[in-house]
């Protein structure tokens, strides 16, 4: 059983998602998490606690990292929503497969779409990516299978990317 | 020249799961679905007298079902059957299923679940396992005299003693626990598609609450997200939950459950009590052991039978002793039945036996290195329960290894420190052994059974009910396959656990998917690859002029206990296992004196597999599983009151970040095991073993302090501080 937060009326709401605008009609504090798994079914993005704990649920919206799990969907009117189905993530996954940094994959998009954005920020900002860095972005995204080694290997080299 | 043994093989499961296509069983779309839930008890005993149902609420618009509607037994089918599907009448734990209810959508679901009213009588309840009024299981294993040794203690021997305990512990799962059933098809049969490490137990289960032949319970794993063997057991009542509620709603259910629900009713790790002493020779050569393990079962059987065995037969550690006593009991109380987590008893022994090694060390002004050393167990000699050790015995190469990687055996263990400041570093030590398969005749029972099939295009299709929960069976089945075949891997296809189509390979527990489901599936391969023969031409080009020839390419093999393994169950004597994995750990930390707080800044382990066959899966299985133990060693806790579970949130049931994670620093050891598949042997639980013990022995060298229990706290590091510093001034 899931959380459930809003029965209000439906309103109609715009969201660019993955480069496509879509239009709904839905409760307007509707979790965006509900909203990408059940009305979009895009169902890469996971739930992990449903209340901010696991980052699971990672996606962007404007190029920000958000936890979908807390963020109410007419919050992202407007946005680009990025989800881990979504074009930009080929490097992360790449070097995810390469470090053995998947196992059970759950929290995989998540960390993925958590990597894309500390490494775009990273580029930006003109911070050499660094494992400690690596492990300060991730440090909201819960893994319980690898001990996070390959994850924090996995992040930095994709972050290396446009780095000497 | 082999093309897969010891090279990674991409996951098949891989770009699936980084791409966000991997279909779990939250992401099924079951159109017409209903979602299903749980009336609970809240109470940790008591009797059940009624369900009031509110007349405000219209009834006709859910699906209600009670322990009435159960068409089969009324049992959660295991290894005893004193657990119920839906209480009848008497409640043993707090969360106790007393009704399942199904709903068009969540609001409906939610306010149906508040309008049953249970009318409940609570009793009294016990939660204290030293006053437990039951026991599930006793065992005891003896070689020679201990008794006599500890009643005449030889001149210049030692007697060292120490009780330990530990607490329980969440697998903590990213994914949480679910399933959807369908409803019964016309011919009666069901299915369940969901979230389980064991498919046949499911259907086991299936059939005796559902009253139907196993045959007609269809069982089938979706992508699983974690197990940790938290998925063992309980997905047994979860199917059949769902099962009933579709049987009932005449529709599929989804029963998936919430992070608090999962948190607060699905079985966690064995707290436990164990008292140990031993007898040593001045020159620290161990000459008796005592041990008396204890284990809180919870409220009904589940599997604490077998976590126990396990738990008494790693009691003595990876050492010689003479004389041996170690007698275990898993006591019922009205906790949450506890179950399958990752090392299943033995590392709540390991603690203990390597604690008091460490006391032993300072006692007898050993090394503790050299103390280990001494009293290792090596190729040839026996283990407590008499069996002679043969192959694959890489202990002495684990402590050459560790001790060669971080120079532990020159560190000055339990010397005083100079730092000033409260802030101190440690290092600490532990040895440990973990058997792998089934204990004792486990396997030659179950004969677990792997089926091959030629496919019309010269492909081998794998049929295995083994399941990939992340620690990689697709890879490691697809790598053996194919190196047994001659074939490439491109060649090999991996059947989806489905009940209907693959045999019972056993469950996916006890660190046997590589070493014993591997090692049949290399012997089905053998054959195959001899029925179809050699040649210049591909696999593939000879596998379909066989088939063309009229060749059978339908191979089922199970597996064959090695020649002269003796296991008596009655006595405890014999083989109890086929072969152990070895590994030794340093850990680093800092402890804060003035907080207690603990950083594992470091983890070196030296571990032998027999053989790494995908080198990356198993590193990956060593530092999971090390920072399970890690984070159970100083950090995750799990307590309940009066029978509740007191984290029942991700908020507070904390377990280890990227933060808190210590560095690792894994050397494998490959010392073959002819048993096995190339010569591998189990890798899964052993990690989590060693992680704890060398955590507290690293709080003990930075501080004098001699942790006893785990999670080691920073409450619980603060009082034997303060402990330390009265005894100072008295």
């Known amino acids: 059983m899931k959380p459930i937060f809003d029965e209000s009326d439906p309103v109609e709401l715009r969201l660019c998602v993955n480069g496509a605008v879509r239009t709904l009609c839905v409760p307007p504090l509707r979790r965006l998490l509900d909203v990408l798994r059940e009305d979009l079914r895009l169902t890469g993005t996971k739930e992990g606690c449903g209340e901010g704990e696991c980052g699971a649920c990672t996606v962007l919206i404007d190029g920000q990292a958000v936890l979908a799990c807390l963020t109410a969907a007419c919050s992202a009117e407007g946005s680009e929503v990025v989800t881990i189905e979504g074009p930009g993530f080929e490097r992360a996954r790449r070097e995810f497969l390469e470090h053995g940094a998947a196992q059970c994959g759950i929290c995989t998009p998540g960390m993925i779409v958590m990597t894309r954005a500390w490494a775009e920020a990273c580029r930006r900002d003109g911070i050499e990516p660094t494992e400690d860095g690596a492990r300060a972005a991730l440090a909201g995204n819960l893994c319980r299978c690898t001990g996070y080694g390959a994850i924090v290997a996995a992040a930095v080299s994709t972050a290396r990317e446009g780095f000497p | 020249m082999e093309r897969y043994i010891g090279r990674d093989l991409a996951r098949p499961d891989g770009p699936a799961k980084v791409e966000g296509r991997a279909v779990y069983v939250a992401d099924l779309d079951v159109p017409g679905a209903w979602v299903g839930g749980v009336v609970r008890s809240t109470v940790a005993r008591g009797l059940l007298l009624g369900l009031d149902f509110d007349p405000g609420f219209d009834w006709r618009t859910v699906a209600v079902a009670t322990a009435a509607d159960v068409p089969g037994e009324n049992v959660v089918a295991l290894i005893a059957d004193d657990q119920p599907l839906l209480v009848a009448r008497e409640i043993e734990h707090w969360g106790e299923p007393l009704a399942l209810v199904a709903a068009p959508d969540e609001l409906q679901l939610a306010r149906a679940l508040a309008a049953v009213r249970p009318r409940i009588e609570a009793r009294a309840a016990c939660f204290d396992l030293e006053r437990s009024p039951r026991v599930f299981k006793s065992i005891r294993v003896a070689q020679g005299d201990a008794g006599a040794v500890f009643r005449d203690v030889p001149p210049g021997a030692r007697v060292v003693e120490g009780t330990y305990r530990t607490d329980s512990q969440e697998q903590l799962y990213v994914e949480t626990q679910g399933f959807v059933a369908f409803p019964p098809a016309s011919d009666g049969s069901v299915t369940v598609r969901g979230s389980l490490q064991c498919p046949h137990y499911v259907q086991k289960a299936l059939a005796r609450a559902l009253g139907i032949a196993p045959e007609e319970a269809r069982v089938v794993q979706l992508a699983t997200g974690g197990g940790f ?32 629900e999962d948190l607060a009713v699905t079985p966690k790790r064995h707290p436990a009590r164990v008292r140990v002493r031993a007898a040593f020779a001045a020159d620290g050569t161990g000459l008796a052991l005592e041990a008396d393990v204890l284990f809180d079962g919870g409220a009904y059987t589940t599997l604490s039978p077998v976590v126990l065995s396990r738990g008494v037969l790693h009691a003595s550690g990876p050492y010689r002793w003479p004389a041996a006593e170690i007698r275990g009991s898993v006591v019922a109380t009205n906790h949450v039945p506890y179950g399958a987590f990752r090392g299943f008893g033995a590392p709540q022994t390991c603690l203990a036996i390597e604690r008091l090694m460490d006391r032993a060390a300072r006692e007898l002004g050993i090394h503790p290195f050299e103390l280990r050393l001494r009293n290792a167990l090596r190729p040839g000699d026996t283990t407590v329960t008499g069996q002679r050790l043969e192959h694959s015995v890489g202990s002495l190469e684990v402590l050459e290894a ?15 420190h100079a730092e000033s400041g409260p802030r101190r570093r440690g290092l600490g030590f532990s040895f440990f052994f973990h058997g792998a398969g089934f204990t004792g005749s486990g396997e030659e029972l179950l004969r677990g059974r792997v089926s091959l099939a030629l496919l019309p295009d010269g492909r081998v299709e794998v049929l295995a009910g083994s399941t990939e929960i992340g620690q990689g069976t697709q890879a490691l089945f697809t790598a053996i396959a194919a190196e047994a075949l001659g074939a490439d891997a491109a060649d090999v296809v991996l059947a989806t656990p489905d009940t209907a189509r693959v045999p019972d390979s056993g469950p996916t527990v006890a660190s046997r998917t590589c070493m014993v489901v591997g090692g049949v599936l290399a012997a089905a391969a053998a054959e195959l690859r001899q029925r179809v023969g050699d040649g210049a031409a591909s696999w593939r080009e000879r596998a379909r002029a066989f088939l063309a020839g009229g060749g059978d390419g339908a191979v089922t093999r199970a597996y064959a206990p090695p020649p002269g393994a003796r296991w008596d169950e009655h006595s405890y004597r014999g083989d109890a296992y086929p072969v152990y994995g070895w590994a030794a750990d340093v850990a680093e930390v800092f402890v804060d004196e003035d907080t207690g707080e603990v950083d594992v800044a470091r983890l070196w382990t030296a571990v032998d ?17 090390a920072l399970q133990a890690v984070g159970w060693a100083h950090r995750e806790v799990v307590s309940a009151r009066d029978g509740r579970c007191e984290q029942d949130r991700l908020a507070t049931c904390i377990v280890p970040t990227t933060l808190d994670a210590p560095r690792f620093d894994v050397t494998l050891v490959e010392v073959p095991y002819p048993g096995g598949p190339f010569g591998a042997k189990g890798v899964g639980e052993l990690p989590m073993d060693g992680g704890a013990p060398a955590v507290l022995s690293a709080i003990e060298d930075a501080t004098g302090i001699h942790p006893a229990q785990v999670p080691a706290t920073p409450e619980r590091i603060l009082d034997l501080l303060v402990a330390r510093a009265e005894e100072a001034h008295a």
């Open chain 2, 609 to 625: 597999v027999g053989r790494a066959l995908q080198p990356r899966l198993v590193t990956g299985q060593i530092e999971g599983g």
């Open chain 2, 229 to 260: 063997g938290g998925k063992e057991d309980y997905p047994s009542v979860l199917a059949c939950h769902a099962a009933l509620l579709a049987r009932v709603a005449r529709r599929p259910v989804r029963l998936i459950l919430g992070r608090h």
């Open chain 2, 402 to 416: 560790i001790a060669r990687r971080t120079g532990f055996d020159r560190h000055a263990w339990g010397a005083p």
